[in-house]
């Protein structure tokens, strides 16, 4: 079975400018997220799909970053413009299904240097 | 009340030694509690989870000690080898009450382990 499959895997912007990553969760996994990575911390959560609507996005930086899952699938997170402080690996996951329990599946992440 | 605290920050461990990593809450609805296992390069991936009903589960060198009561949990790695050289992270998962009803998991700061040869 694929994983969670997720591009670019590097990227290395000026501040201001914008970067989109993008997201393949796992087939039939209803349930997609965005987190973020800052070194030396754990995975915080930015954003929650349950199909293609938001179920929470109250830790998402709306001023600059964006998200959207189109057709339930593929999903993209966008920031712009960027911070130095954005600099983190991103990191896509999805479960089958937003209940008790459930496991989540991590792909490798996209590593962003803002610069 | 949403924080999961994790410590030691890193551990170095003798291979065939026992490393213990603990985790504590404060969120009494958090109701599922997982340990992740992250590699240099790699996405966390599930080592192994509990669910507050039952104070221990046992998966091969792997251990979850949970304890209610104090909002506490470990893991415990017996016969460590240098091949568990990784980062761990604990997670608490449940409703975040900033996230209406969306079930969430929020991670401890992880462990970086070393397991010597």
């Known amino acids: 079975e694929a994983g969670v499959a997720q591009s670019p895997r590097y990227k290395i912007i000026e501040k201001r400018q914008s970067v989109a990553f993008w997201c393949n969760p796992i087939?039939?996994?209803?349930?997609l997220y965005w987190y973020q990575q800052i070194l030396g911390q754990g995975p915080k959560l930015l954003i929650q799909f349950q199909n293609n609507g938001v179920v929470d996005d109250s830790q998402l930086p709306k001023d600059r970053f964006s998200a959207e899952r189109l057709k339930g699938v593929d999903s993209t997170l966008k920031i712009q413009p960027a911070k130095l402080e954005d600099s983190a690996v991103y990191l896509c996951?999805?479960?089958?299904?937003?209940?008790?329990?459930?496991?989540?599946?991590f792909g490798e992440g996209s590593w962003l240097t803002v610069v | 009340q949403q924080q999961v605290k994790q410590s030691p920050q890193s551990l170095i461990v003798q291979k065939g030694g026992i490393s213990i990593i603990n985790c504590a809450y404060e969120n009494t609805a958090f109701d599922y509690f997982p340990w992740y296992q992250q590699f240099p390069g790699k996405g966390p991936a599930l080592l192994i989870a509990i669910n507050p009903d039952v104070s221990e589960k046992k998966e091969g060198r792997f251990t979850i000690s949970f304890n209610k009561s104090a909002k506490q949990f470990s893991l415990h790695i017996m016969d460590s080898q240098p091949g568990d050289s990784a980062t761990y992270f604990c997670?608490?998962?449940?409703?975040?009450?900033?996230?209406?009803?969306?079930?969430?998991?929020?991670f401890g700061s992880g462990t970086q382990l070393t397991v010597l040869p």
């Open positions: 087939s039939g996994h209803a349930t």
């Open positions: 996951a999805s479960s089958l299904r937003q209940g008790a329990r459930n496991t989540i599946y």
């Open positions: 997670a608490a998962g449940g409703i975040r009450s900033s996230s209406g009803s969306a079930r969430q998991l929020t």
